[in-house]
C-alpha cells in the first residue's frame, strides 16, 4: 500500500541541519519509531508531500528550506514584556519556570497558548522570542517507512 491521506505510517528518520552530514536534530529509530496518520496537520505538509507514494521498505532523503519548514526567523517575533505582566495569574510556583533558555506557554486574550523561549531576563523585563526553534533553518530528513495501512475511523476520529 502507497501513502496516501488517512493512511497510518510506521516511519523512521533522522533529521539534520542542512544536508546529510549536518548536525543531528532529532533521531527516531526502529524501536521508538514514529506512528502518524497522514494528511491530518499532524506533521509539516512539505514533509508528507515528500513522502506520498512511498511503501512500506522505501527510504527517503530529501531538504526541505525554510519556507517548507517551520519559515524565515522573524524579528517581530521577539518581544519584550514586565517580568510582573508575565507573572500575572500564574500560581507561585511557576516563578521557577521563569529563567534564560526555558520555553514557557504563554496565553493570549482569546485564550490561544503559544510556545515562546525566555531569550533574556534583565532587571523586571524578560525578553521572549516566539519563533519556532527551527525556523530559519533548511532541514534535511533521512530515513524508512516501516508500514503503512489504511487507518481507522477511530484513528482519524482521535486527531
Keep these: 500500500m502507497e501513502i496516501a491521506k488517512?493512511?497510518?505510517?510506521?516511519?523512521?528518520?533522522?533529521?539534520?541541519?542542512?544536508?546529510a552530514d549536518g548536525e543531528v536534530?532529532?533521531?527516531?529509530?526502529?524501536?521508538?519509531?514514529?506512528?502518524?496518520?497522514?494528511g491530518h496537520d499532524v506533521l509539516l505538509e512539505s514533509f508528507e508531500a515528500k513522502i506520498m507514494g512511498l511503501k512500506a521498505g522505501d527510504t527517503f532523503a530529501f531538504?526541505?528550506?525554510?519556507?517548507?519548514?517551520?519559515?524565515?526567523?522573524?524579528?517581530?517575533k521577539?518581544?519584550?514584556?514586565?517580568?510582573?505582566e508575565l507573572m500575572e495569574g500564574l500560581p507561585d510556583e511557576a516563578a521557577e519556570n521563569i529563567y534564560e533558555g526555558n520555553i514557557i506557554p504563554i496565553v493570549d486574550a482569546d485564550e490561544t497558548t503559544y510556545e515562546a523561549l525566555i531569550t533574556e531576563i534583565q532587571d523586571d523585563i524578560v525578553s521572549?522570542?516566539?519563533?519556532?526553534?527551527?525556523?530559519?533553518?533548511?532541514?534535511?530528513?533521512?530515513g524508512?517507512?516501516?508500514a503503512v495501512r489504511?487507518?481507522?475511523?477511530?484513528?482519524?476520529k482521535a486527531l
Design 6 to 19: 488517512d493512511t497510518l505510517v510506521k516511519l523512521t528518520y533522522t533529521l539534520r541541519f542542512d544536508k
Design 25 to 38: 536534530i532529532e533521531e527516531i529509530g526502529e524501536k521508538d519509531a514514529m506512528e502518524v496518520v497522514v
Design 63 to 76: 531538504s526541505l528550506n525554510p519556507q517548507e519548514a517551520y519559515g524565515e526567523y522573524d524579528e517581530e
Design 78 to 84: 521577539l518581544v519584550r514584556v514586565p517580568k510582573a
Design 128 to 142: 521572549l522570542d516566539f519563533n519556532h526553534p527551527l525556523s530559519g533553518e533548511t532541514l534535511f530528513f533521512e
Design 144 to 146: 524508512k517507512i516501516l
Design 150 to 156: 489504511q487507518a481507522t475511523e477511530a484513528e482519524i
